[in-house]
């Protein structure tokens, strides 16, 4: 009963509301956009992987979803149902297991990120696979549009995670 209630408490959808949205301010910060969705930002998804990595699992499996829902509606870029759920929700809650490897921030980044690229990979194979070159492989053309922005934005997020761990934000207001 005492982890549901650290869960729903006014702090903690109070900091979620926060990351939320300043991961959503974040993304609005765009380096480069892709034209079938995806782009390079100004380190968007370090907030919650920021908040997974403070709050647990919990808190940041459910504020990645969040998020994702967020992005659903003011960045949408749908095409079939079952991609909106691949490449919003499930997509964007993968960075909320960076919550499991408190102790090891760059494991939980890079896991959460390599969880959102899988999400769009399969997303990219089976949905837009029809828009890779002739001849081809739908596989490759996913592997390499989706690594082309998230490998970046695991590089910028990886920067600026450090930075917050060296300097003990991460541990902050606990």
Do not use: C
């Not at 998804?45 to 940041?60: D, F, H």
């Not at 090891?104 to 390599?114: A, D, E, H, Q, T």
């Not at 998230?150 to 995670?161: A, K, T």
Request: no cysteine; glycine share 10%; hydrophobic share 50%.
């Amino acid at each position: 009963m005492k982890r549901q209630e650290k869960i729903i408490s006014t702090r903690i959808l109070a900091e979620i509301s926060i990351f939320v949205s300043l991961s959503t301010a974040l993304s609005f910060i765009k380096i480069y956009t892709f034209p079938q969705g995806g782009s390079v930002t100004a380190g968007s998804m370090v907030p919650i992987i920021w908040l997974a990595l403070r709050r647990g699992p919990s808190v940041g499996l459910f504020s990645a979803t969040v998020y994702g829902i967020v992005q659903l509606i003011v960045q949408p870029y749908v095409y079939q149902p079952i991609q909106v759920l691949l490449d919003y929700p499930l997509a964007f809650g993968f960075l909320g297991i960076a919550g499991f490897f408190q102790k090891k921030p760059f494991v939980g980044m890079f896991l959460g990120i390599s969880g959102r690229f899988l999400m769009h990979f399969i997303s990219g194979v089976v949905f837009f696979g029809t828009f890779a070159p002739e001849g081809m492989h739908p596989f490759l053309y996913s592997a390499i549009y989706n690594g082309s922005y998230l490998i970046p934005e695991m590089v910028i997020s990886g920067v600026i995670i450090y930075t917050l761990k060296k300097s003990n934000v991460l541990q902050i207001y606990l």
